[in-house]
């Protein structure tokens, strides 16, 4: 169904959230039930032997796991929808400011999004104004459909990926070294927002025109003189286009080429196969865990990660199996990031401050957006031997401390206004040309390249 304005004018969350609770009212119900059935199994096994207390125990066990599963669906549907709701009024309004502001400047916005001069409504030369306005907002409104677009086929995706066939997870537990079994917890980051967007729309000067096509000389001018950051560029063209879509970035490679990620990730991984080893000791045999969610506190040391993700917070989703004496470890190591800049922050190279680039989004020309990137690694060894470990010799990716483009020290926003090193966000200046068959970067308008 294509979205019209009318849609989103009439879009309403109060149904989903009200769906949303009942569902959760469901799940009580059900875990409820199910733990009636557990402790009458375990009442009746007690004092009853033989085969035939085999097979209800057999049975009975079959029904609370079943019951357990459905519990989980009708809390997966409810937070999905709680999600959907709130994300899709957030989104709505958005469009709808757009199209205020529109109004406000004397153009129309048709039920289809096209943005338009009223005809013989001003003088021709406010006229040509209202043109190069048009042009301007289309492209600004075009983005925030986009935004509500991508918010429907987002819980889709997440509804289609739920079934009542999906596995049971077994009651929680924690490992010794902190990951738990069961559910994944909370994976909500909250991201820092120094520039919020739109805040100051309508308040460009010329300075700030100026400003707007300086970086855009900077971004082309500097796609033939740094084919190192092929990752880096296109953040920052994708901040410039203003829409806010969130992105994904290249961990793997990532993983390769910097020395610190590969640390990083290494860790985690180290971390995740030690609690998966105590759970296959402790008897589980089929069972998902996961780890908290982390701070990286290995920075980046190429210039080209450090103005693709810089600082950034990680965990690690996992599922263990054992068939006979033998250990099937699967698990993602997750990134996670906000591309923004921060106030009080400067360029490490330039001595630009981030405010440069942070009156873009205030002015609503450009967006921070959300990014993320994954590492998926398998292990499998024998029961009661040691387990493996990721390859600590690989030293082909990244650079060292001692030298190179880029050392541990120096962070992708340079330093503050005191001259202390920043840690995270900001200073994100491109200098590349992307290149290369990348599958995950792409064009803001889906080129690969």
Known sequence: MELTLTAVQEFDPTPYHNISQNLDAQKHVTDENVDM????????????????????????????????????????????????????????KHVLDVVEYAVSCGLRVSDRWDVSVPPKSMAKANESLLEIKKIEIQSILNSA????????????????????????????????????????????IKFDNFYPFGSKRGEATWEDYLSWWKWEGYLRGGQAARPDLDDAL???????????????????????????????????????????????????????????NK?????????????????????????????????????????RDRWNFDAGKSDNATGTPDSENGRFEELGWAQSFDTSGTVTRTYTWKVGEEPPIPDASDTTGGYSRDGG??????????????????????GRYPRAEPGGDDKVNRYPDGREY
């Open 145 to 188: 459909v986009i935004e509500v677009i991508k918010v429907d086929s987002q819980a889709i995706s997440l509804l289609s990926n739920y079934s009542l066939q999906k596995p049971v997870l077994t009651s929680s537990h924690t490992t010794s070294n902190g990951y738990t079994t069961g559910n994944s917890p909370d994976r909500n």
């Open 37 to 92: 059935v557990s402790a009458s199994r375990s009442a009746i096994v007690d004092n009853w032997e033989g085969e035939a207390a085999l097979a209800f125990a057999a049975r009975s066990k079959t029904a609370e796991m079943r019951g357990r599963n459905i519990a989980d669906i009708f809390r997966e549907y409810s937070h999905v929808l709680s999600w959907y709701a709130g994300a899709k009024n957030e989104a709505c």
């Open 234 to 292: 296109p953040m920052y063209e994708h901040y410039r286009d203003g829409s806010g879509i969130p992105r994904t970035f290249d961990l793997e490679e990532g993983y390769r080429e910097d020395s610190a990620i590969k640390a990083q990730v290494d860790e985690e991984l180290s971390q995740v196969i030690t609690a998966a080893d105590e759970l296959a000791k402790d008897g589980y045999t089929s069972t998902e865990f996961h780890s908290e």
């Open 405 to 426: 483009r880029g050392s541990a020290d120096e962070a992708r926003g340079g330093r503050d206004d005191q001259g202390d090193l920043r840690t995270e966000g900001g």
């Open 295 to 335: 701070t990286a506190n290995k920075y980046p040391v190429t210039e080209n990660w450090q103005k693709t993700v810089g600082g950034y917070s990680y965990y690690s989703d996992s599922k263990l199996t054992v068939v006979g004496d033998t250990v099937t470890l699967e698990t993602t190591v997750t990134a």
